[in-house]
C-alpha cells in the first residue's frame, strides 16, 4: 500500500502564466479539477520566470488548499541576463541552502503553510547527497514539506539519494511518451514498482510530437487509432493516455493545458486499460519493429 497516492491525471501550470485564467477564473478552474478526480497539480519555482506559483497561489482558497496535492520543484539556476536575473550560465543548484530557500519562497507564493511534496528538478552533477538529504530532512522535520521526490533522474541519482534518508522518497517525474520510451529499457519504471512509487511523466503527447509528419509519428497515429476504435475512445490522444495509464508501475500523467474540454476527454481515458497485444502494437509502431 503505497503512503502518498497521485491522481492518475496530474494538472499541470507550467504555462499558467500564458493562458487566460486570473483570480476567481483560476480558483473556478481549480474547482473543475476536483470535480474530475484531479487532485493533484504540479508546479516548479522557476515556470513562468518565477510568476505561475504567485499566480495560483492568488487564486487558492483555503478550502481547495486542503484538498490538493501541491507538488513544486527547485534546483534550476537560469540564466536570463535579458530579464533582470543574475547569472551568466545556466546551472543546476541542489546545495541545502538553496533546497530550503527555494521551498520557503514557494509556500510563500502559495500562500500555504505546506507543501505536499518538493523534487529536486533536475540531477544536479555536484549533488551532495547528505546535504540534501539534510534539506529534506528539516524542512520534513518543521513540517513544511510533507513527501519529497526527484525529476528526470537515472537508476543510480535516485538509489544515491534514497540511501541517504529513512524516509521514502515519493516519486520521479520523467519524460514519457509513445514516441520517447526509453524509461521502458533504462530501468527507470523497473525501479518505480520496486519502490512501490508512481512515476509523473511529462510530455505525455510528445510535446505535440505525436501530431507531427515524421514516419515515427503517423505510425504510432495509426496504431493509436486502432486501439482507439477498438477500446471505444474517442482520439488519438486518449489512446495514447490509455497506453501509459497501462503501465504496470501505476504512473501519473501531466496535463500541461488549462482548457477544460481537453482535460475531461484525458479523464475519460483513464477507465480504460488496453490489452498486451494493443499495447504492443503502438511499441511495435514506435519502434519501427517487432519483439524479438
Known amino acids: ?5 497521485l491522481s492518475s491525471f496530474v494538472a499541470g501550470f507550467w504555462r499558467l ?5 486570473r483570480g476567481s477564473s483560476l480558483t473556478q478552474f481549480i474547482e473543475q479539477l476536483l470535480a474530475l478526480g484531479i487532485d493533484t497539480v504540479d508546479h516548479a519555482d522557476i515556470y513562468g ?13 483555503p478550502h481547495l488548499r486542503d484538498q490538493l496535492k501541491i507538488i513544486t520543484k527547485c534546483g534550476i539556476k537560469p540564466a536570463w541576463p535579458e530579464n533582470g536575473f543574475a547569472g551568466k550560465t ?19 507564493n502559495f500562500k500555504t503553510d505546506r507543501l505536499d511534496v518538493l523534487l529536486i528538478h533536475r540531477p544536479d552533477y555536484l549533488m551532495h547527497a547528505d546535504e540534501v538529504a539534510d534539506a529534506f530532512c528539516e524542512l520534513k522535520a518543521q513540517g513544511k514539506v510533507l513527501n519529497f521526490g526527484v525529476s528526470n533522474f537515472t537508476i543510480s541519482q535516485f538509489e544515491l539519494l534514497q540511501s541517504r534518508l ?19 529499457d533504462d530501468g527507470t519504471l523497473n525501479l518505480c514498482q520496486q519502490h512501490q512509487i508512481s512515476p509523473m511523466l511529462w510530455s505525455p503527447l510528445a510535446g505535440g510530437g505525436l501530431f507531427a509528419e515524421t514516419e515515427q509519428a503517423q505510425r504510432v497515429r495509426t496504431a493509436l487509432h486502432s486501439v482507439a476504435e477498438e477500446t471505444g ?7 495514447a493516455y490509455a497506453w501509459l495509464l497501462t503501465l504496470p508501475c501505476q504512473p501519473s500523467v501531466i496535463l500541461g493545458t488549462g482548457k477544460l474540454a481537453r482535460i475531461q476527454s484525458a479523464v475519460a481515458a483513464s477507465k480504460v486499460r488496453l490489452s498486451r497485444e494493443q499495447w504492443y502494437s503502438v511499441w511495435q509502431a514506435s519502434t519501427g519493429h517487432s519483439v524479438p
Not at 97 to 103: D, G, Q, T, V
Not at 233 to 239: F, I, M
Open 49 to 61: 520566470q518565477y510568476q505561475c506559483e504567485k499566480l495560483f497561489g492568488e487564486a487558492l482558497t
Open 1 to 5: 500500500m503505497q503512503e502518498f497516492n
Open 17 to 21: 502564466d500564458e493562458w487566460q485564467q
Open 166 to 184: 529513512d524516509f521514502k522518497l515519493v516519486t520521479n517525474q520523467i519524460e514519457m511518451s509513445p514516441l520517447h520510451m526509453g524509461a521502458l
Open 90 to 108: 545556466a546551472h543546476y543548484d541542489s546545495s541545502k541552502a538553496n533546497i530550503i530557500a527555494s521551498a520557503e519562497q514557494s509556500l510563500r
Open 233 to 239: 475512445l474517442d482520439s488519438v490522444d486518449q489512446a
